[in-house]
């Protein structure tokens, strides 16, 4: 008997034509996230599905493997299956010797018993030379898992837990619930974002909507100080593009100090200052989308949250720049996206306490703008605008990761 584990992509079965880049990327994907785990197991996709043979000496935890595996967009589900090849086992003889199908059965019900909990046998047999019918083998299981182990309650139509039996040309699978994978396409199918990372709940879930649709993510994070080179790694927004570059491979996070921004400001006393703020970080952050090749900037916003996440803020920050801005979190509510946070294994690092721009910048900050007024604003204050964007970028350091790993980027 041999393990392997097995993918499927629903939704990319429904793309015609393109399927198969889609596919090649998905596999690419996946190929360099085993890598990432430092395993060198093959790839190989056949029709709507991709196998992964696990070697025989393969002594850790293949349900760890399988979890991270499921992270990776692209993947609707998976499940570890044991495989009994028909060159090793003759199922299709009469009356085969089933022992070890049955001992495999025995052991997996007893890894998965759960008091009061029901289950069910699902056999399916796509080659009919299989000497019994599939209710037969269905009933034949069920007895091995009544009989030697504390399961008691079969449930047809609703079981809590399925055992499934397929049965094919080429051997017999044995496997049990599906893995729930994130679903949706693969990265770098899509196109490319940038996203403006706060060190809030809402930019991370944001970027990691965009790489679940199939998109490559950089980052972009403004700060109050120019930070030391060595201490990157340690700041949380960079824990955050890490645990992000977990599901969608590489990415970069740009630090960019704000410093002349501040500086220009100073003392002038504006009540716009977080708007223009906020279309300052526009347009920086565009310049830095178009220097990588970035079709759209990302941002958190949620409509009405804060003052600066006003239908005319938001109007306003978007005609600041020509790049579309994409706000997946629009439509949110709060608690959904903090619940999305917890099950994505970001809550612990977002919740950490993190001095953001709006609470540097403005206490009262307006919750109403206009384009025309801010541009006269901008003309009077920050007369040379594309100096202020090349002093600001001139300072810019970036961390990059690649699977939750650092990495350089050539
Ligand atoms: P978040 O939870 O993402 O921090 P927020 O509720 O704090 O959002 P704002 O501070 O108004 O709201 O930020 C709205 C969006 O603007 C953020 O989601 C992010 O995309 C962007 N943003 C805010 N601050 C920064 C920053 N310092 N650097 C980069 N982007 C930022
Ligand atoms: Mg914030």
């Known amino acids: 008997m041999r393990n392997r584990i097995i993918l499927h992509y629903g939704e990319l079965t429904l793309k015609g ?29 056949i029709h709507d599905r991709m196998f992964i043979e696990i070697p025989t000496d393969f002594t850790g935890n293949i349900d ?31 009356r085969p010797d089933l022992s070890k199908v049955e001992e495999l059965i025995e052991q997996l019900a007893n890894e998965t018993y759960v008091k009061d909990n029901s289950f069910a046998i699902r056999v399916k047999r796509s080659d009919k030379r299989f000497y019994q ?42 496997h049990t619930n599906r893995i729930k994978a994130i679903g949706g396409l693969p990265v770098a199918s899509t196109g490319k974002i940038m996203c403006l990372l706060s060190g809030g709940f809402d930019s991370p879930i944001a970027a990691y909507l965009m790489a679940k649709r199939g998109c490559t993510v950089d980052f972009v994070h403004f700060t109050a100080n120019n930070i030391q080179a ?39 006393n504006l009540d716009y200052d977080l708007i223009l703020f906020r279309r300052f970080m526009a347009r920086v952050a565009e310049k830095m989308a178009n220097d990588v090749y970035a079709q759209c900037l990302v941002t958190g916003d949620n409509l009405g949250q804060v003052a600066s996440q006003t239908m005319e803020n938001i109007v306003s920050m978007t005609k600041s720049i020509d790049m579309p801005v994409l706000r997946p979190l629009l439509t949110y509510n709060k608690e959904e996206i903090v619940t999305m946070s917890r099950k994505l ?21 307006k919750t109403k703008s206009e384009h025309e007024k801010l541009e006269y604003m901008e003309e009077k204050f920050l007369d040379d605008y594309d100096e202020l964007i090349n002093d600001t970028l001139a300072e810019k350091q970036v961390i990059a990761f690649n699977f939750g790993k650092r990495f350089d980027f050539v």
Request: with cysteine; proline share 2%; net charge positive.
């Open 64 to 94: 760890e493997i399988a979890e991270k595996l499921a992270e990776i967009p692209g993947i609707a589900w998976l499940s570890k299956v044991y495989w009994f090849s028909n060159k090793d086992y003759d199922i299709f003889e009469y």
């Open 345 to 365: 294994g970001l809550f612990d690092v977002c919740v950490e306490p993190y001095k953001d721009c709006c609470a540097l910048i403005s206490n009262t900050p």
């Open 230 to 268: 060595s201490k990157l790694e340690t700041y949380k927004v960079a824990r955050i593009a890490q645990r992000i570059s977990e599901f969608c491979g590489k990415v970069r996070l740009y630090m960019v100090p704000y410093t002349h921004f501040d500086l220009a400001l100073m003392e002038k």
């Open 133 to 174: 019918t599939s209710k037969e083998l269905e009933m034949q299981l069920a007895t091995v898992i009544l009989k030697n182990t504390e399961w008691k309650n079969v449930n047809l139509n609703h079981a809590d837990q399925y055992f499934y039996v397929d049965i094919s040309s080429r051997g017999m699978a044995v």
């Open 17 to 45: 034509c393109n399927r198969h880049s889609f596919v090649k990327k998905l596999r690419t994907n996946v190929r360099n996230k085993i890598k990432s785990l430092d395993l060198t197991w093959d790839v190989v996709s």
